[in-house]
């Protein structure tokens, strides 16, 4: 029969061609997973020089460029200012613009005082090994017996004991 003759050699074609085609794919996967060329080893240079990813990322510093931008009172370096007031800026009612940019740079300039304060305070600590000895704890106990019990106590303007007057303004008689 012509007709089966003809749809069985177009199968037959078919099925060739999908054979063809599935061994090229084995063997191409095949070679993916076959071991490289070997290759002449490279030298102890090259491979300092050739670090990890995970080397690589480990040892960046972001801090690089400016290693003391996080330092306490770096803000100082930093080129920081405040906002002028322009003709779209929020100025409060009742105040002009000039008046409440004074009142602005005021507070600006105590803040910034107050930074530079405890700039100056930094990294200065009392030592706990000094205050112990001092107050004898490695040698005796009288430190416990004190009215304060060991702890130091804060200094005020006043005079609590009753010794001296102090006056209406909050000063002592003897002070000026």
Known sequence: NPI???TSDSIFETMKTAAAVTVAALIGSAAAFAPAAQQAAPSTTALAAKKSIASRVFDMDLFAP???QNDYGARGKK???QGKIGSNSYVPAGLSASEYSAIRDKEAAKKAANY???V???GKYLDYTKFYK???TDTNQSWF????RGHRMAKTAYDWSGKQNVSSKGKLDNQV
Do not use: M, P, Y
């Open 116 to 118: 530079q304060k405890n």
């Open 134 to 136: 001092e107050r004898g």
């Open 66 to 68: 400016v290693a003391d």
């Open 4 to 6: 089966l003759s003809t």
């Open 120 to 122: 100056a305070k930094a």
């Open 79 to 81: 080129n920081l200012k």
């Open 145 to 148: 017996k004190s009215v304060t």
